[in-house]
């Protein structure tokens, strides 16, 4: 009888990154969060409009996805380890900041600030989990990451909501930077382990930079409904590519690699719309709508983050026997659970309908989220890890800013009028179609596209 070889284990030096990349991915996907439940308060306690309010989260986002690609360059540059110390010290430093002010103006302002902290921490955190674990264990690592963004999303709600009846919603600003004094300590203890070195020319930053700033200008347009100048901005960032970029736009393995990755980048795009775009719906539904506390919604959120669990457990042998394409499936068909299920509860004014949407929400994330990262990262070299990271989480960054739009434009965030535009959960059903069109077009391509060199 043939018998299953064990699952191998971390060593400690491998559990200590694990632990420190985990942790960073808790405090960055908590503070998603713990902003979305606070939005309300923030709203009614500032006098926001329903445009500040959506600039809150759009702005930290807009930072992220401008600075993710110079800082995956960066972090093949300079080293991952520096690159995660600067990025969590920083974070730190402007969730102090935002806890402080008083003004619209600059809480937006430093959440810009705050979100390119964000972009140089997602890449180097992945980095250094994929230069410190070996090959037989990258599927074990990739899931305690996942799941630990998924304890982000899930089990932040609770905290959130507990502070913000306690304290308000400043709180939920000083206890993050506190939660990052630790990590700090645990990157300090992490040695810089570099990759297999590459005769490929390395990134340029400049180049990065100017590529940045047109794929700012995109998302910038996508938030603001102009699609004229959503058309400009995708020739020009395109043009500006193919200049910054010209030697590896004349290189066949760029383009194989490109439709290589568009499954996966889709599935980033419209999988994190819907589960943002959900998790936005619900703290307005559950706390304007039903009049229910911040904690309810928080506590709400408790089955998101078990269903999350089941599904970053489900999806770590899936992904160590090369099946991805079914955690994608699963993935499509939970976000058509999602927008069903979240317009039953909007339609019926239902509490318990809509804590079973974002357990949908959760089930979306835990199939998805390591599965988008662990092939698009499989598709790159070691040496070029820094990219391929920044890659993948900026798909899933512009699909957070189109899930946020989205219900800015089918619900009032200023918190004034209640009730959504079913047209909002058409998007859900359309985005878990997308997803399951994707799921097969990664299962027809197989290994075929595939070329790290």
Request: with cysteine.
């Given at each position: 009888m043939t018998q299953t070889p064990p699952t191998p284990r971390l060593s400690a030096s491998?559990?200590?990154?694990?632990?420190?990349?985990?942790?960073?991915?808790?405090?960055?996907?908590?503070?998603?969060?713990?902003?979305?439940?606070?939005?309300?308060?923030?709203?009614?306690?500032?006098?926001?409009?329903?445009?500040?309010?959506?600039?809150?989260?759009?702005?930290?986002?807009?930072?992220?996805?401008?600075?993710?690609?110079?800082?995956?360059?960066?972090?093949?540059?300079?080293?991952?380890?520096?690159?995660?110390?600067?990025?969590?010290?920083?974070?730190?430093?402007?969730?102090?900041?935002?806890?402080?002010?008083?003004?619209?103006?600059?809480?937006?302002?430093?959440?810009?600030?705050?979100?390119?902290?964000?972009?140089?921490?997602?890449?180097?955190?992945?980095?250094?989990?994929?230069?410190?674990?070996?090959?037989s264990k990258i599927a074990a690592a990739m899931s305690i990451w996942s799941a630990a963004g998924m304890a982000g999303f899930g089990l932040s709600p609770v905290l959130g909501g507990m502070l913000l009846d306690a304290w308000g919603w400043r709180s939920i600003f000083w206890v993050t930077a506190l939660a990052t004094i630790p990590i700090v300590f645990v990157g300090f203890r992490i040695r810089e382990k570099a990759a297999p070195q590459s005769t490929a020319r390395k990134p340029s930053i400049l180049g990065e930079l100017a590529v940045a700033a047109m794929l700012a200008a995109v998302a910038y347009f996508v938030g603001q409904y102009d699609w004229a100048m959503l058309c400009y901005a995708l020739a020009a960032a395109l043009i500006l590519w193919l200049l910054v970029k010209r030697e590896a736009a004349l290189r066949p393995d760029t383009w194989m690699r490109g439709f290589a990755m568009a499954p996966q980048v889709c599935v980033g795009v419209f999988t994190f719309a819907a589960i943002v775009g959900s998790m936005l719906w619900a703290s307005y539904f559950i706390q304007v709508d039903l009049r229910q506390s911040g904690l309810v919604f928080g506590l709400g959120c408790l089955p998101m983050a078990a269903a999350g669990f089941l599904a970053c457990?489900?999806?770590?042998?899936?992904?160590?026997?090369?099946?991805?394409?079914?955690?994608?499936?699963?993935?499509?068909?939970?976000?058509?659970?999602?927008?069903?299920?979240?317009?039953?509860?909007?339609?019926?004014?239902?509490?318990?309908?809509?804590?079973?949407?974002?357990?949908?929400?959760?089930?979306?994330?835990?199939?998805?989220?390591?599965?988008?990262?662990a092939v698009i990262m499989s598709i790159f070299p070691a040496e070029r890890s820094g990219d391929a990271s920044s890659i993948a989480t900026l798909s899933k960054q512009f699909g957070q800013l189109l899930g946020i739009t989205v219900v800015a434009k089918f619900r009032d965030l200023s918190g004034k009028a209640g009730g959504s535009d079913p047209a909002l959960f058409y998007f859900l059903l359309m985005c878990g179609v997308a997803v399951v069109v994707c799921a097969a077009l990664h299962a027809m391509q197989g290994r075929r596209l595939v070329i790290r060199a």
């Open positions: 491998e559990k200590l990154v694990v632990a420190g990349a985990a942790a960073a991915t808790y405090v960055g996907a908590s503070m998603g969060g713990a902003v979305s439940l606070a939005l309300p308060h923030i709203a009614s306690d500032l006098h926001f409009t329903a445009a500040q309010v959506q600039w809150i989260i759009s702005g930290y986002l807009l930072a992220r996805i401008a600075g993710l690609r110079p800082g995956g360059a960066l972090c093949d540059r300079l080293g991952a380890r520096r690159i995660f110390l600067l990025s969590m010290t920083g974070f730190a430093v402007t969730s102090i900041f935002c806890s402080l002010v008083s003004s619209e103006a600059l809480l937006i302002g430093l959440r810009f600030v705050q979100g390119a902290f964000a972009a140089l921490l997602s890449p180097s955190a992945l980095v250094l989990l994929r230069s410190h674990t070996p090959p457990f489900i999806t770590e042998p899936l992904l160590a026997s090369k099946r991805s394409n079914l955690t994608f499936l699963l993935a499509g068909l939970s976000i058509l659970g999602l927008g069903s299920v979240a317009y039953i509860a909007e339609r019926n004014a239902s509490l318990p309908w809509a804590i079973s949407a974002l357990a949908f929400a959760g089930l979306c994330y835990g199939f998805a989220n390591a599965s988008v990262t």
